[in-house]
């Protein structure tokens, strides 16, 4: 098919072509647009030799192709599939014709113009150079030369039958023999591209953490081989280090200037990840000179992290993303939208230990970390052998556990400020447990009652500053909205302002018991083996943790645990010697522990050989605790949730869309689970 080169600065439209408004400057003296959500740009482009009609409307792209009609009635024009909205209406929900194709710009990677289709094909120039500043395609600003324009993008695959939550990457290249009208779109889609938001950013630079001890020991591999040309695509700047002995990431974290980078991702397991998170918010203690034993608050770091799974269960990545794929955890990274995730702090009697992002678990899974240490030349099997050996011993402790008790936030919320979703409402009561998803109710309420919480906290500092003005604080380095963002974050209750003053009214639960196992899961813990995880109603950033408490029962019922566990159906609730409580914060005793023995400090001290623990009653055997699957030995443990602590490159899972045998599915919005864009908020 031969193509019309059409007057510069013209759409290159037909009879049977759209007819919308186009962008009318000349070409020869044609620059930068500005980056508004109105503008709008219709032409004619080939794709794989067929003619396509495409248009850029706010933040979309469509493409449909021509068809070959006979002429309408003079008079009467072939109209453009624009949206009914007005554009003046940012936001709204646009819908086009039912042949369409419709490319959100935040699913979008890179953009490439060229004067051949090889070389728009090619990786965009990394962040700094002379190339990357201007048009990617052509040399002279003045004179554009290029005729192929290639847009990379993901998509997810939510159709697949096996995986819905898994992204593939995607590529469109057009053509249009006019390069005016290439360079146009190019600069209009990297203006698109560019722009930021608050729960997006596009990262250039990133610095890179490679375990390639974890799992399998292939976390080199995995990033060259999939990462790093995800990464390269993207033209992302990435400064990798390979780690060599534990803490190490913690340590390069804390000593080193991170000053040039935009993000930190890790390639490991559970492990790294935690490691990471915990040198991210200790490094902003020691920069705020805060005490990191005893901190009168827990500040929340400035870098957002990004999590590629190579480990053995890798739970932190799969219950974000909703499986535990490689590309796909790199192409959220590239993506670049990000959310609050919630991190729990541990603590003992005197000091604070560590930070916590997955579960932290005593009894069972403690045993099986702690035995698991002495296997490690069998890999992953390590834990299969290990928790059979702790399965088979069925071992019950004796533990004391004070909670406090999630208040129903409908009583304590105002009614303008509650979501008005039925299933939002009833996730906020509790009535009806609730998933998490992209683009959760009860995160995105905890989200704002935090921005509420911040402004509130923002006057009660100005006001405080006005009445003592000679006052010196202890963070007078601290600008009064810093000082007021950071230091009560340890001290706030769950609720909106009208709630805030209400310091006094929590509510502590006590139990006591002999348990097989006791856990606390900041998430659901999911992976390839327990796709719903350990606890399935956990959400990611509503500022809570759910407490799992399984009682010492006898082996068949620890069988009927591991079933409910495994299972897409399953459910632990259901299960009359588990229980399960939703709460902020959480302290653990044994009964008869005393500090002069046990007063360990975050020590990882060997439990007692089989032999010996056998030989020994129940109410003097102590397990140890699994923290992101490392041992704490630590016997009087504080566990406290710090809601949407660090930001995390993901989008949440989506539901899995295969029927189940014996149930129906948790009913979700139609937004999570049949739109491809289910997580772009237009």
């Known amino acids: 098919m031969t193509q019309t080169k059409q007057p510069a600065g013209r759409s290159s439209t037909s009879t049977g072509d759209f007819v919308a ?14 980056a508004s959500a109105h503008d709008v740009l219709l032409n004619n482009f080939q794709l794989k030799k067929k003619s396509y009609k495409v248009l850029l409307h706010g933040q979309q792209l469509v493409w449909e192709r021509l068809q070959k009609i006979n002429q309408p009635p003079q008079g009467n024009e072939t109209k453009a599939p624009l949206p009914p909205d007005s554009p003046s209406q940012p936001g709204g929900i646009y819908s086009y014709g039912p042949q369409s194709k419709v490319l959100h710009i935040d699913d979008v990677v890179s953009i490439r113009s060229a004067d051949t289709k090889a070389s728009s094909l090619k990786p965009p120039s990394p962040p700094g150079s002379e190339r990357s500043s201007g048009c990617s395609g052509d040399v002279v600003p003045g004179k554009p030369t290029s005729q192929y324009l290639t847009i990379n993008y993901a998509m997810r695959l939510s159709k697949s039958q096996t995986d819905c939550n898994r992204w593939e990457l995607k590529r469109l290249t057009l053509f249009n023999s006019d390069p005016y009208i ?64 534990a803490n190490q990431v913690k340590d390069i974290l804390l000593s080193h200037d991170l000053g040039v980078y935009d993000a930190v991702c890790c390639v490991g397991g559970d492990g790294t990840v935690a490691e990471v998170i915990n040198g991210l918010i200790f490094r902003q203690m020691r920069e705020l000179g805060l005490d990191e034993q005893r901190p009168p608050y827990i500040p929340r770091p400035a ?14 990545a799969y219950s974000m993303h909703g499986t535990a794929d490689v590309r796909t955890a790199a192409i959220h990274v590239i993506l670049g939208q990000h959310r ?25 899974l403690g045993d099986v970390a702690a035995q698991s240490e002495n296997y490690r030349w069998m890999g992953p099997r390590r834990y299969e052998y290990s928790g059979v050996k702790a399965f088979l011993n069925n071992r019950g402790y004796d533990a004391e556990l004070r909670m406090l008790e999630e208040p129903d936030l409908l009583l304590t919320t105002p009614l303008e400020d509650v979501p008005q979703s039925p299933d939002s409402v009833c996730s906020l009561g509790e009535s009806v447990p609730s998933v998490c998803y992209a683009n959760c109710q009860r995160c995105s309420f905890a989200s704002s009652i935090q921005e509420q919480r911040s402004s509130f906290l923002i006057q009660e500092e100005y006001r405080e500053a006005e009445r003592n003005p000679q006052e010196e604080t202890e963070d007078s380095h601290l600008t009064a909205s810093e000082a007021a963002l950071l230091r009560p974050r340890l001290r706030l209750p769950t609720g909106s302002i009208s709630s805030m003053k209400n310091l006094g009214n929590d509510q502590w639960k006590v139990v006591r018991g002999n348990f097989f196992m006791i856990c606390g899961a900041n998430i659901t813990c999911a992976c390839a083996r327990s796709p719903n995880g350990i606890s ?12 799992i408490l399984v009682k010492k029962t006898s082996l068949l019922n620890n069988v009927r645990f591991l079933l409910n566990t495994a299972g897409r159906s399953g459910d632990i609730r259901n299960l009359p010697f588990v229980e399960v409580y939703r709460t902020r914060e959480f302290q653990f005793r044994t009964f008869s522990a005393s500090e002069e023995d046990y007063s360990l400090a975050g020590s990882c001290q060997p439990i007692a050989p089989p032999e010996e623990m056998a030989t020994n009653s129940s109410s003097t055997e102590f397990s140890s605790w699994n923290c992101d699957g490392e041992v704490v030995t630590d016997l009087n443990i504080t566990m406290r949730s710090h809601c949407q602590l660090i930001e995390v490159f993901m989008r949440g899972p989506n539901f899995y ?18 739109n491809v864009y289910c997580c772009c908020k237009d």
């Not at 962008?23 to 003296?29: F, I, L, V």
């Open 657 to 674: 869309s295969k029927p189940l045998k014996g149930g129906t599915m948790p009913e979700t919005p139609a937004s999570s689970s049949d």
């Open 182 to 245: 290439v360079r146009q779109w190019d600069q209009e889609l990297q203006i698109r591209l560019q722009s930021s938001s608050p729960t997006r950013m596009r990262v250039r630079r990133l610095l890179v953490f490679i375990n390639p001890y974890g799992g399998r020991k292939a976390g080199a591999q995995t990033y060259e081989r999939h990462v790093r040309p995800i990464f390269q695509l993207a033209g992302v700047d990435a400064t990798c280090i390979t780690t060599q002995r």
């Open 21 to 34: 408004p186009v962008s009318s400057t000349r070409a020869s003296k044609f620059s930068h647009v500005s």
């Open 340 to 364: 609050g995730l919630d991190v729990c702090s541990v603590s003992n009697g005197q000091s604070l230990l560590r930070f916590c992002a997955s579960v932290l678990s005593y009894g069972y």
């Open 303 to 316: 870098l957002p992290v990004g999590v590629i799974p190579a480990g053995s269960t890798d739970t932190i």
């Open 536 to 547: 399935r109603y956990s959400h990611l950033g509503d500022g809570c943790l759910d407490l």
